[in-house]
């Protein structure tokens, strides 16, 4: 089974642009959960989506948001990058509601200059 | 609200010895409790997790133990090896949500 798949790896942007982060869940897997990690908050959670609809979401601005596809594909866009917001975004994939096993991707590292 | 403390957030041990990790939670309907070990530069990776519904869980030279009433949890690795050398993260989770709340992190170094 092909893991989670996370596009871009790398990405660099400026303050007040946005970005729109790609996260192809594991073959099966039908929830999808996104997280920030950064050296001084550790792992954040962001949101999670199963069956296209947001289940949950984390202490995070408006400025974050997120969707899911009938695929179980999954993205998330930051507007309005500030320079706080440079981190790796991790995408994890589980097999359905209230399995909690969660598969990371290998993220999407954000710099914003 | 929901908080997950860890402890120590380094910890340097000589090849062979033990290692221990240790996590509080706060939330009382957490009932999931995870371990992930994440090298530098790579993903996180679960390595052993446990339920509320039991007390401790062995994987080879790792185990994990869940004392519910005091709210803690723990990692013992064993005959530790310089490949164990990682930052390790534990997590919370609990009812219908798959929202994990990790802890800060352990940069465990293993000396040969």
């Known amino acids: 089974k092909a893991g989670v798949t996370q596009t871009p790896r790398y990405l660099i942007k400026t303050r007040g642009q946005q970005v729109t982060l790609s996260c192809s869940p594991i073959?099966?897997?039908?929830?999808v959960s996104w997280y920030q990690q950064t050296p001084g908050q550790g792992l954040q959670f962001l949101f999670e989506?199963?069956?296209?609809?947001?289940?949950n979401k984390g202490n995070f601005p408006g400025r974050f948001s997120g969707r899911q596809f009938s695929n179980s594909r999954s993205e998330m866009n930051v507007s309005t990058l500030e320079l706080g917001d440079s981190a790796l975004y991790l995408c994890?994939?589980?097999?359905?509601?209230?399995?909690?096993?969660?598969?990371f991707g290998a993220g999407s590292r954000l710099t914003v200059l | 609200g929901e908080n997950v403390e860890q402890h120590p957030s380094t910890l340097s041990v000589q090849e062979g010895d033990s290692a221990v990790i240790k996590c509080t939670y706060s939330?009382?309907?957490?009932?999931?409790f995870p371990w992930y070990k994440q090298e530098l530069g790579k993903r996180p990776q679960l390595i052993i997790d446990?339920?509320?519904?039991?007390g401790e869980k062995k994987d080879q030279r790792i185990a994990v133990t869940l004392n519910k009433t005091a709210k803690h949890f723990s990692l013992h690795i064993t005959e530790t090896q310089p490949e164990d050398s990682a930052v390790y993260f534990c997590?919370?989770?609990?009812?219908?949500?798959?929202?994990?709340?990790f802890g800060t992190g352990t940069l465990l170094a293993v000396q040969p």
């Open positions: 994890a994939s589980l097999p359905g509601s209230g399995a909690n096993v969660l598969t």
């Open positions: 446990i339920r509320s519904n039991v």
């Open positions: 073959s099966g897997h039908r929830s």
């Open positions: 997590a919370a989770a609990g009812g219908a949500t798959n929202k994990l709340i």
């Open positions: 989506y199963f069956s296209e609809t947001q289940r």
């Open positions: 939330d009382s309907a957490s009932n999931y």
